[in-house]
């Protein structure tokens, strides 16, 4: 998202999910994503953000080291859960998932939060969980988050909820749901495009 709203190129590679060996290969570490570049390669998003955005028109610098962050980060870490949970049974049969790696991912997260076929059963608790968290973001939309202008937390908050268009049983409200589609434009973001485009 922040590649695509600096306008810089680059070329997107998606791993499936079983694979350790790339990402520890590269990294030392089995985590997306991964920036390779001209002087090396680096993970952690906002690492990856405040490189390759060499003019801060992020403005990610000033606000990742604030205490206003920080709990930030707590409301999307809050978010992060249900979201996880109403999708993740959903997003396993998109087409990054091959065979191998849905088995590969569904046997990880169901051993922390119990087999998929439950937290479908359970989608109203989930639900309820986000509802207080999404209508405080809808307060402080000014059209973006607590500001006029983009900017880092609105490519973090649309990275948090886009994967919840993939749920059919949910909805977003009218305004989250205007905002991200604005977001998805500023950032030239295409869920799933590396697999559309390619036919
Ligand atoms: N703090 C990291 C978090 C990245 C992260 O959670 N990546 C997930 C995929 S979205 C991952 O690779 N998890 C490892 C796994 O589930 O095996 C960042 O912002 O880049």
């Not at 997107?12 to 001209?38: F, N, Q, W």
């Not at 930030?72 to 992060?80: A, S």
């Not at 749920?167 to 589609?181: A, G, R, W």
Request: with cysteine; glycine share 4%.
């Amino acid at each position: 998202m922040a590649l695509g709203y600096l306008n810089l190129p680059y070329h997107s590679v998606v791993l499936p999910y079983d694979d350790e060996a790339t990402p520890i290969t590269l990294t030392g570490k089995k985590m997306l994503p991964i920036l390779v570049h001209d002087k090396g390669v680096l993970n952690e998003s906002l690492d990856i953000i405040q490189l390759v955005d060499e003019k801060n028109i992020l403005k990610t610098h000033e606000i990742v080291n604030s205490q206003d962050y920080k709990n930030f980060e707590l409301v999307l870490n809050q978010i992060g859960n249900p979201v996880h949970s109403l999708a993740m049974p959903y997003w396993i049969y998109t087409p990054e998932f091959t065979p191998q790696a849905r088995k590969y991912f569904q046997a990880k997260k169901e051993s922390k939060r119990g087999p998929f076929k439950d937290l479908v059963k359970i989608q109203s608790t989930f639900k309820q969980e986000l509802e207080p968290l999404l209508s405080e973001i809808e307060k402080r939309l000014a059209p973006f988050y607590e500001s006029n202008t983009f900017g880092i937390k609105d490519i973090m908050i649309a990275a948090h909820l886009w994967g919840l268009y993939i749920v059919p049983e949910y909805q977003f409200s009218p305004k989250i749901h205007e905002y991200l589609q604005r977001v998805k434009v500023l950032c030239q973001f295409n869920y799933h495009e590396d697999f559309w485009r390619k036919e």
